[in-house]
């Protein structure tokens, strides 16, 4: 049982003293959920293996009283099975699958083309003592020059936002993730918008876009735990004359999004396939 | 209570006697999830309104003991709420929310792209009697002569496949997407698979696609539900010499399908990135 009601968690920070990685940030309000405080232990990309005693290479990693855990999901997974009678993180087996299958989508739709477009403010962002290891290790990763790679992200952005639409679709009836409380599908998404929000020199997605919302009422949770000052402004993007619609508009013809109530409310639809105008 | 514990359901089905639309197949497994025998109305496309007595435009409506119910999503919501002693399709709410988030993803990403891939297959499947129908409001839908924009599909199918990695990676760990059993999760997703398989003239998926298992576990479900004599082949994609991967292989590096043990687990990625070989 974790000693004063703290778990310790080892932080991956940026030079705003913001967290920077999704996986941290996931991890952050997973701890809070479970109703444990935070013990956190700074620091940037470098200098890990000597933080943490060589235990790991990679963040996250918490320990609580003693004993280490490590990597995003094995922790969700130890802190639900240790602490079964806190609320829960996977409230039932279906939500762990169906959230690898979304945060997967979600990683391939937007983490990784959000990188493309800010691998140069990604680096910028980072500690002194960091930039030449961020620098080397993400051209390794991403195969180019980090500002010639987000070079035309103006370009880009546009479609990126509008490949957000299953999620939006999702939350448009429903207050999180979870339902009408948030669970670790929430923090898990959240982590991507709040990595963005770590690093990005310039917003991609519109002021009122209808994700918003969600992503304010979760960065509120736990006094704020997802609103610290050093985090830039994602939401803003103005969209270019010729660009696509950067999210869709209310009431667009859909079949999976719609109610069927009987034939009144199908009678537009028909009238529209048939041409019997 | 259902009468005899049979519920009515309307199906709408193609020239061999399969179900055609993707969700009449969610709800077929739903009725039978809740353990409920089915009583099939059938009939295809043309003469909805006739056949249900002016109750719906559209497919699926179930009737039980006098009592329509219409919508795919109503009639999970209705059967779970009716029925909550008997198994629940939505274990909890946050189940209702992702599926919604993936069903929508795999709409955009796989059923609204193979659609355009095999339209022409679609309409040829249909009964005589709705062919014409058939043609002329999926020409509106679609903008343009099923048989041209089906034209040079060959080309599309690898990305159509390789796009349904997510699916992959959550059932990598789990049977089905409802965990150790399936949920309406499973049968939201399988009723795309279903709909291909009941038109498609030519595979979609590589024959040894990981996602197969998933698909003939599931269609094996209540004595091979979703075997009907009349589905074609979906797996059996050959990949051409240009074409990209059908899928992605085992043990491909990628940061939120791998797990942290420890400095072992990370030491030939650090070595990668390090360019420290």
């Known amino acids: 049982m974790a000693a004063n009601n703290t778990i310790t968690l080892y932080d991956l ?15 952050k309000f997973a701890v809070r959920h479970k109703g444990f405080d935070l013990d956190l232990v700074e620091g940037g990309f470098t200098g890990i293996m000597e933080r943490t005693g060589g235990m790991t290479e990679r963040l996250p990693a918490i320990v609580d009283d003693g004993k280490w855990v490590l990597d ?3 922790i969700v997974e130890y802190l639900d099975e240790t602490y079964p009678d806190r609320p829960m993180l996977i409230p039932h087996e279906s939500v762990a699958v169906l ?3 979304l945060d997967s989508w979600f990683w391939g739709a937007a983490v990784g083309p959000w990188m493309r477009s800010y691998c140069g403010d990604y680096r910028d962002v980072c500690y002194e ?4 290891y961020v620098t080397s290790t993400r051209e390794v990763i991403l195969g180019g020059k980090l500002e010639e790679l987000q070079l035309g992200r103006e370009d880009r952005l546009p479609a990126i936002s509008a490949a957000l639409e299953p999620l939006r679709l999702a939350l448009k009836e429903s207050d999180f993730l979870g339902g009408r409380t948030p669970n670790y599908a929430d923090y898990r998404i959240i982590g991507g918008f709040l990595w963005l929000a770590s690093l990005a020199q310039t917003p991609a997605l519109a002021a009122d876009d209808p994700l918003r919302p969600w992503v304010e009422r979760v960065c509120a949770l736990y006094h704020g735990l997802g609103e610290h000052p050093g985090l830039f402004p994602i939401f803003g ?17 859909g079949g999976i999004n719609k109610r069927n109530t009987g034939p009144a409310s199908t009678q537009a639809e ?3 396939i048939n041409k019997d105008d």
Do not use: C, N, Y
């Open 270 to 272: 028909t009238k529209f």
């Open 99 to 101: 959230t690898r299958a």
């Open 13 to 27: 920070q940026v030079s705003t003293g913001a967290t920077i990685s999704p996986f941290v940030w996931a991890t």
């Open 237 to 253: 993007l103005e969209p270019r004359e010729a660009d696509p619609p950067l999210f869709m508009p209310e009431g667009v013809m």
């Open 129 to 132: 003592h960091d930039k030449e």
């Open 72 to 74: 995003s999901w094995g």
